[in-house]
């Protein structure tokens, strides 16, 4: 392992002449010999500084690459985070699902099934509540949490890898960490997904300081107290229990250490008991729930249990796990740094990588028991960890020649898989993400609107239109009308004349389109607008927009000439 030794790292000692040999000289150089003076005594003093500046200078890079590198990514990483927090993105859909519950609901009415097909830990439910009533019903209250839980999860990085990887791949953990597009962009999304991965780092470090000879009772204390808390603040959180715990009692258990595996044992009845406590009085709800099952279903291992479909099921869930949440390409290239990263990490540091390894059979197990769905952003806790397992790649050779040619080989195709990322974090400095910037589009149409005009919301953003609606000063007896029955192809137009309601002018609001959906949808709706007024005004944003129809006047295509087909005979325009 690569300690910090700054003047020999990287620095070849002056070549030296073996005692008692004459130095080799060609022929021409033996005749030229007689012709030259002898050196000065200065010029001998002088000879050796080009080699010590030489020193110097690996020293410092070596200095600064161990040192101050590591500080740096931490900073420039939650630069980042905060610079997309300082930018308030609208709310999107998922974000408005949930932030509408906790507008309305009190702390007592959050421990209920959630409306709008919506799941979240008690405890995370209860911190956001608590924060929306200190900064309001903002995106900033709203994200407040994910942003300190994404700068948390960077410094929980920096603190298991000094401890897991040699020195010298420190900074790769960090510019992974630091870089990666979905840790990155779930520290500004108003979920718990971020909040997760945080946790999860918290318990493996607590997990981490258990692996002493003797541990002790005070930090057991911790690690249970911390488990305790940490089942009600995030739902992963006993499955990365049940894998710490079960690891630390093999460790222990190896040693022979029965003091320790006592004090385990209780400290894992204290998070089980908080989890039984969890599912009672809310987990169950939602792990009954058939809309979020049928959601999910993907998630889970096929059922019957066959060897054959669980084994095509781990393997399309890894290829998935690869592109999102890891976020790194291509996956064949990923795969191989996973593989000399783990074999890397179990040779050095076994009893570490079995720690770091163990939840992963056990999120399998959940998958099969239809227990936690196996999918996206729901593995985000994982992502952490696994980053720290692709980071050790390089070092999976070992020492010698041959050990120096692997870390070299392993560093690149590392620096390959983190360039697109690092670009992509970097350039959110200067351009921050936007998904469905509806709160510009809603504020416009407020402004442009006359007395009596109609707002019609359409389809997906109906949800974070009705987040919006009180503070941009939007409400139903403005003219806001939204529906939830699903409007059949051949009665749209009678259903647009309703909704005008008489008014002169009508304003129709898009929002979120999700997969399902034809992808030219948005053009067939407004192929029937045609029929009954003309476009007079329009407001555009990224992912939302809001169309201004006269309807007054004739139609800007009354014949239908230019009717785009709908894709199917049933019903097609759900309006919300």
């Known amino acids: 392992m690569l300690r910090r ?5 990287g620095h070849d000692a002056p070549d030296q002449e073996a005692p008692g040999r004459e130095p080799v000289a060609s022929g021409r150089s033996l005749a030229k010999g007689a012709e030259q003076p002898a050196p000065s005594g200065e010029q001998v003093a002088a000879a050796p500084a080009p080699a010590a500046t030489r020193a110097a200078v690996v020293a ?91 700068i948390g999860a960077l410094l929980g990085v920096w603190w298991v890898a000094r401890r897991l990887l040699p020195d010298w791949l420190v900074p790769v953990a960090l510019a992974l960490a630091a870089c990666s597009p979905f840790l990155l962009y779930y520290s500004n999304e108003a979920k718990q997904y971020e909040t997760d991965a945080a946790i999860g780092l918290g318990l493996l470090i607590a997990s981490m300081e258990l692996l002493r000879d ?7 204390l911790v690690w249970a107290g911390l488990g305790a808390v940490a089942v009600w603040c995030s739902h992963p959180a006993v499955l990365l229990l049940a894998g710490y715990a079960a690891a630390l009692a093999v460790v222990h258990l190896l040693r022979r250490n029965w003091v320790t595996l006592a004090q385990l044992a209780g400290a894992a009845v204290v998070c089980g008991s908080s989890f039984l406590a969890v599912y009672a009085v809310s987990l169950g709800s939602v792990r009954d729930d058939p809309q979020l099952s049928e959601w999910w279903r ?6 019957p249990l066959e060897p054959s479909s669980a084994l095509g099921w781990l393997g399309r869930r ?4 690869v592109a999102n949440p890891l976020g790194l390409a291509p996956p064949l290239a990923v795969a191989a740094v996973l593989a000399l990263g783990a074999a890397a990490l179990l040779r050095s540091r076994p009893t570490l990588a079995m720690l770091l390894l163990a939840p992963l059979p056990v ?10 769905p196996v999918r996206s952003r729901l593995l985000l806790v994982l992502v952490p960890t696994v980053l720290l397992v692709a980071a050790a790649a390089p070092d999976w050779s070992g020492g010698g020649l041959a050990g120096l040619s692997g870390r070299v080989a392993g560093l690149v195709l590392l620096g390959g898989l983190l360039l697109a990322p690092a670009a992509d974090a970097l350039r959110l400095l200067g351009d921050p993400t936007t998904v469905e910037e509806l709160r510009p589009v809603m504020e416009q149409v407020k402004e442009r609107s006359d007395p009596g005009e109609r707002i019609w919301v359409y389809r997906g953003a109906g949800s974070p239109f009705a987040f919006y609606a009180p503070s ?31 008014s002169d002018r009508l304003w129709v609001v898009f929002g979120h389109h999700f997969s399902s959906w034809p992808p030219n949808e948005r053009a ?23 169309y201004r129809y006269d309807l007054t006047g004739p139609p800007a295509d009354p014949t239908g000439a230019r009717l785009l087909p709908v894709p199917s005979t049933r019903n097609c325009y759900k309006i919300e």
Do not use: K
Not at 5 to 9: D, T
């Open 5 to 9: 030794h700054p003047a020999r790292v």
């Open 214 to 220: 003797r541990p002790g009772w005070r930090r057991m």
């Open 472 to 502: 941009v000063g939007l409400h139903a007896d403005a003219g806001v009308l939204r529906r939830r029955s699903p409007v059949p192809c051949g009665r749209i137009r009678t259903v647009l004349r309703r909704a005008s309601m008489g």
């Open 524 to 546: 067939i709706f407004l192929s029937r607008m045609d029929l009954i007024g003309r476009q007079v005004d329009a407001v555009h944003a990224p992912g939302a927009v809001a």
């Open 318 to 321: 890894s290829v998935e796990f």
């Open 363 to 372: 999120f399998v197990g959940a998958a099969a028991i239809q227990a936690y």
């Open 298 to 303: 993907d998630g889970f291992v096929p059922q």
């Open 60 to 150: 410092w890079l070596a200095r600064a690459y161990l040192t101050w590198l590591p500080p740096l990514i931490v900073v420039v990483g939650a630069a980042i985070r905060v610079r997309e927090y300082s930018f308030r993105r609208s709310l999107w859909l998922d974000e408005s699902l949930i932030a509408l519950n906790l507008v309305q609901r009190s702390y007592r009415g959050l421990l209920e099934p959630l409306d709008l097909r919506q799941a979240a830990p008690a405890g995370w439910l209860w911190a956001e509540r608590a924060v929306i009533g200190l900064l309001g019903r903002t995106e900033y209250g709203l994200r407040l949490i994910p942003m300190l839980a994404g």
